[in-house]
């Protein structure tokens, strides 16, 4: 059983940085395939930055101002969100996958808003 549990969600204006935690509890292997989708209302889910199997990667709307890492000792992972832009506001959810071939897990999310 695996629970991810986000914070650092909250309101900003335009251009104003934030970074998100997730920490990772239960069964879980690593933080190798570990990483961070969003969600607006109305859209899909959309990739923003993970680790595929200890790499790093980005969504292409990120153009560099989102920084992925992790603490491997704590089972945690951060996303550090510079030049906050209106279209960053969404729900974002950290996302556990082990492997390819299995469903992946979710936590509860965590809200971003980013006003004008």
């Known amino acids: 059983q695996v629970r991810l549990v986000e914070s650092g969600g909250g309101l900003v204006q335009a251009g104003e940085s934030l970074i998100l935690s997730c920490t990772a509890s239960g069964s879980i292997a690593s933080t190798n395939t570990m990483g961070w989708y969003r969600q607006a209302p109305g859209k899909q889910r959309l990739l923003v930055a993970i680790?595929?199997?200890?790499?790093?990667l980005y969504g292409d709307f990120v153009k560099g101002r989102f920084t992925l890492s992790r603490d491997n000792a704590k089972n945690t992972i951060y996303l550090q969100m510079n030049s906050l832009k209106p279209e960053d506001t969404a729900v974002y959810y950290c996302?556990?996958?082990?492997?390819?071939?299995?469903?992946?897990?979710w936590g509860q999310g965590t809200q971003v808003t980013v006003s004008s």
């Open positions: 996302n556990y996958q082990p492997t390819n071939d299995t469903s992946p897990h």
């Open positions: 680790y595929r199997y200890g790499v790093r």
